[in-house]
């Protein structure tokens, strides 16, 4: 049990190689990152609820499932 | 044997109404779903012109009269496409069809999502002026009170249940790191000190196993309630999911759990050396740690990560597609596409979770969250962030932040519009989406396993539908297409 186990490790590792390699190739930069997320906020600015607080506190539901 | 894992979501969805927060939730559910069913009804061509919205407006009771949900008069309907719109105690609920694998179980999901969508335009002419019914596709209030999200998947009854509850529960703890909807604070007792969390549901799960679902909720539902043949059928009910927005979490969550469920059937994941000490606790170590580094504790002694347990079930799911295919799932390309799907992701979380952001719905509003924090400085309490949190679930376009992140599709909107009223060709939804589409008028009755006719004459009849496979568009579709009255649809059935 104690081989299978290992051996079922290692190939998992072996894996993660494979695929490190083309995960860090699509990782974008943080700046690209940032960017990216500054427009959306800016968004999020337009169209957020007014009234965060009397928003999140008027949210109630009652009886699921 | 693995089986067929015929699957689909029921989803309760929030309310709530803009200019009246105090509003009845139970009538304006109703509102809601008759709203949309009268107006659906010309795009089917049933003639609504002399019912009044507000009562059953051609509520198809889905169980028999003497139900509890009939004498209090809650709307109760089925759609041409096979699913179940509803108020479920004080939420407007949609029960996908049964669907015949994750992808097409995804775009009922959808469809579901739409449905909702239309019905909130459509209500808006029946609410005072100032007023709006607003709906929420997520599963808790912030203030203690949830809403599920259950997923519902065929089994082979000769699996032993203590079998399915040992293999699965891992898998379920740990899931989550994939198909979580993410959520700012806790609701749970003592847990004032987590900021984020992977998920919106782990902060009500008190238990292992057990039948409740609304309180004392459990990692593993024992509710035993096939609607279909109980000698041959299991109906796994899963109450553990949140409700997601990202098609790439929803096709992740069905696809990887259907996977996981046809190796316990085919006995593959015995060698699934894992086994949580505290599942419970774990199910909230996992969510409350968004860095994924935490560790678990197994019976053995070993400290593992929610990934490593995913990994682990991974592997084995690889190996059994290399031998079997997994037809049980969908067609080999569609089973490797889940497949490539999952190992990216699992590949992801462990490198760069946040290069996930368009796919996954945690990470998403992780950095919507994040982000909004840092540019106006905020604390973690700030009622901006519940605000967002909460209005990443808004279905309405022009609100909504989870379109606004940018998520990944897999689905074109023009099958999903199709979806909306057209059933799965591959399951029994298809005679029950098509009869009620060409016999509306003469059904008494639907229920996910029989329809009941009404030919003019006593007594009514009964069409049994015991096998979820059976009654598809192969089976059918000629007969219903020849059949030019009720009486001949029921002679070509021998019913």
């Known amino acids: 049990m104690a081989e299978r186990e290992q051996k079922r490790k290692s190939q998992t590792h072996r894996e993660s190689e494979e695929v490190q390699e083309e995960v860090s190739s699509k990782n974008e930069s943080a700046e690209k990152l940032k960017a990216d997320l500054d427009d959306l906020l800016d968004e999020i600015d337009e169209v957020l609820e007014e009234n965060a607080e009397e928003f999140v506190r008027n949210y109630v539901q009652k009886g699921g499932e | 044997m693995a089986i067929a894992k015929v699957c ?35 795009r089917v061509g049933w003639d609504f012109e002399t019912e009044s919205p507000g009562n059953d407006a051609r509520g198809f009771s889905f169980e028999t009269p003497s139900n509890a949900e009939m004498e209090t008069h809650l709307v109760n309907t089925v759609l041409t496409n096979g699913a179940r719109l509803y108020v479920d105690h004080a939420h407007p609920e949609y029960s996908s069809p049964e669907c015949i694998s994750p992808r097409q179980a995804l775009l009922y999901d959808k469809a579901g999502e739409e449905v909702l969508r239309r019905a909130m335009k459509a209500s808006r002419r029946f609410m005072p002026p100032g007023q709006e019914i607003v709906v929420y596709k997520n599963n808790s209030d912030r203030k203690g009170n949830s809403y599920g999200c259950h997923e519902n998947y065929m089994m082979d009854r000769a699996v032993p249940f203590a079998k399915i509850v040992k293999q699965l529960t891992p898998f379920f703890v740990t899931r989550q790191i994939i ?144 031998h079997d295919g997994i037809g049980t799932v969908g067609s080999v390309e569609e089973v490797r596409q889940l497949l490539d799907l999952w190992e990216d992701t699992l590949s992801r979380l462990e490198q760069d979770p946040l290069s996930l952001r368009h796919r996954l719905d945690w990470v998403a509003k992780l950095s919507l969250v994040q982000g909004y924090k840092d540019r106006h400085s905020l604390n ?26 940018g998520l990944e599709t897999m ?70 297409r020849s059949s030019g009255s009720l009486v001949e649809l029921l002679e070509g059935l021998g019913a």
């Open chain 2, 8 to 42: 689909g979501i029921e989803t309760e969805y929030g309310i709530s109404v803009v200019g009246a927060p105090d509003a009845n939730p139970i009538t304006v559910s109703s509102v809601l779903i008759n709203a949309y069913v009268s107006e659906a009804a010309g």
């Open chain 2, 179 to 322: 198909c979580g909807a993410g959520k700012v604070g806790s609701e749970a007792p003592g847990a004032d000190d987590v900021n984020f969390q992977i998920s919106q549901r782990a902060d009500f799960f008190e238990e292992e196993v057990g039948l409740e679902t609304t309180l004392k909720r459990p990692i593993i539902n024992t509710r035993d309630e096939p609607h279909a043949d109980p000698t041959r059928f299991r109906r796994l009910h899963v109450i553990i999911g949140d409700a997601n927005l990202s098609e790439i979490s929803t096709f992740l969550k069905l696809g990887s759990t259907a996977i996981v469920l046809s190796m316990i059937e085919d006995g593959l994941l015995d060698e699934l050396n894992v086994q949580l000490a505290s599942p419970v606790q774990a199910l909230r170590k996992v969510s409350y740690d968004p860095t994924l580094k935490g560790v678990l504790e197994t019976v053995d002694g070993r400290l593992i990560t929610a990934l490593e347990v995913q990994w682990s079930v991974f592997d084995l799911a690889k190996k059994y597609f290399e």
């Open chain 2, 380 to 405: 973690w309490n700030d009622p901006k962030l519940a605000a967002i949190d909460l209005q990443y679930h808004d279905i309405r376009p022009e609100k909504s932040l989870a379109t606004r992140a």
């Open chain 2, 411 to 480: 689905l074109d909107s023009r099958d999903v519009g199709v979806a909306m009223f057209e059933p799965p060709k591959e399951t029994r939804a298809y005679f029950r989406g098509k009869c009620l589409e060409k016999f509306g008028d003469s059904i008494a009755a639907a229920n996910w396993d029989s329809l009941i006719f009404d030919t003019g004459k006593d007594p009514l009849r009964r069409v049994p539908m015991m096998d979820p496979l059976k009654g598809t568009f192969r089976h059918v579709d000629g007969l219903i």
